[in-house]
């Protein structure tokens, strides 16, 4: 009841303008070595990170929050065309004359002045190396056996913070490409089902790639503690559960 009150008090703050409209959401720190890296974990598959002065969205998404509350963003990133990972009302109200905004071709299609990536491209956008990576479903399909998300048409993104390398996976299942992931230290796994990875497969991917801390998110009704207890044994690996539904 108590943190029920506080929400709704900084809510009443953050609409009246006198508070961080950021601060109603978790956030945590992460130390690299040309300063913080801030991430505040929006939910769903939405994050913002701040780093050096500059803001990045990933899929912003009007049902979590009031975008027009939120920072403006240097780069947008869109992992694909789906309405809760592409939401053109989101990404208007965060966007400026000098913001880059990152698509899949598929994505391209609904989205204006944006630079497409596909998978397998690399670019430094704002002093930020971005790679974009394959997000697909192999196992989890529709009833007319096509994959919730098919191979090419979304995007995962690892992101270089000076030191630390930042694996956002998108809406994916644990494909083979993981495998050729290297010295990813934070990684952001889906398991949302039906559409993406089930806990069991979140450990078969993070056993190929081995991030030093995980971070599910967009996992609607999954139990985060059935992954937690997968990989309690594992000690290389730091499961850090936040608000990500």
Do not use: W
């Not at 913001?99 to 956008?125: F, P, Y």
């Not at 599910?216 to 559960?241: C, F, Q, S, W």
């Amino acid at each position: 009841m108590i943190k029920k009150v506080i929400i709704f008090l900084m809510f009443c703050l953050c609409s009246a303008g006198l508070v961080d409209a950021t601060e109603l959401f978790e956030k945590d720190v992460i130390k690299t070595s040309a300063g913080n890296l801030e991430i505040t974990f929006i939910g769903h598959g939405s994050l913002i990170m701040e780093y050096g002065g500059r803001i990045i969205h990933v899929d912003p998404y009007s049902k979590l929050a009031d975008y027009a509350k939120l920072p403006k963003a240097d780069l947008i990133l869109i992992t694909h065309e789906h309405q809760d990972h592409l939401d053109l009302a989101a990404i208007q109200q965060v966007t400026t004359s000098k913001t880059v905004v990152v698509v899949t071709e598929k994505s391209a299609e609904k989205v204006t002045n944006r630079i497409i990536m596909k998978n397998g491209d690399m670019k430094n956008i704002e002093g930020i190396i971005v790679e974009a990576l394959p997000a697909y479903n192999i196992v989890h399909k529709r009833d007319n056996a096509q994959p919730y998300h098919p191979k090419g048409s979304g995007n995962g993104y690892v992101l270089s913070f000076a030191d630390k390398r930042i694996y956002i996976a998108g809406d994916t299942e644990n494909i083979p490409e993981m495998s050729l992931l290297k010295q990813i230290d934070i990684a952001f796994l889906p398991m949302n089902l039906p559409y993406t990875m089930t806990p069991e497969m979140v450990v078969d991917a993070v056993s190929s790639f081995h991030p030093k801390v995980l971070y599910p998110y967009h996992y609607g009704e999954t139990d985060t503690t059935r992954l937690v207890a997968l990989l309690k044994e594992n000690r290389d690996i730091e499961v850090k559960i936040r608000r990500m539904k």
